[in-house]
C-alpha cells in the first residue's frame, strides 16, 4: 500500500474517532451541536444521548478496523478497501435521507482514501 493510501485511511480513521468523541463523550457540547446542527437541548434528551453513544461506538470501531487494516493485517488494501466502502455507502445513505452535504463531509476523505488504493 502507498504511503499516500496509508496516510489517507489514518485521517479517515481520526475522522472516526473525532466522531466517536462528539457522540459518545461530548454528547451535548457546542461542537457536536455545529456539527450535526441541533440545539444543545436537543441533544440533552435522554433517548437521543442513548442511541448516540450506540453510534459513537459503531464509528471508533470502524476507525480502530481502519488502523487494523493498514498497520496489523497482511493484506491491508482488501479490508481497507471494505471499510471504505461501508463508510461511503453510508454517508451516501445520510446525503439521501438527512442532508445532502455528508456524502462530503463524512465520505469525502474515504473516496480519496479508497481511490489512492487504486494506485
Do not use: C
Request: no cysteine; proline share 1%.
Amino acid at each position: 500500500m502507498s504511503i499516500l493510501s496509508t496516510v489517507l485511511i489514518f485521517l479517515v480513521a481520526l475522522e472516526f474517532f473525532y466522531i466517536l468523541y462528539l457522540e459518545t463523550f461530548a454528547t451535548t457540547s457546542d461542537a457536536t451541536s455545529r456539527v450535526f446542527n441541533m440545539t444543545k437541548e436537543e441533544l440533552k434528551s435522554k433517548a437521543l444521548n442513548k442511541l448516540f453513544k450506540n453510534q459513537g461506538i459503531y464509528n471508533g470501531l470502524i476507525g480502530v478496523g481502519l488502523l487494523y487494516s493498514v498497520f496489523l493485517t497482511s493484506n491491508p488494501i482488501e479490508i481497507s478497501r471494505l471499510l471504505l466502502v461501508y463508510i461511503i455507502l453510508v454517508a451516501l445513505y445520510g446525503s439521501i435521507t438527512s442532508d445532502k452535504k455528508i456524502i462530503l463531509t463524512q465520505g469525502g476523505l474515504a473516496i480519496l482514501a479508497l481511490i489512492s488504493t487504486f494506485f
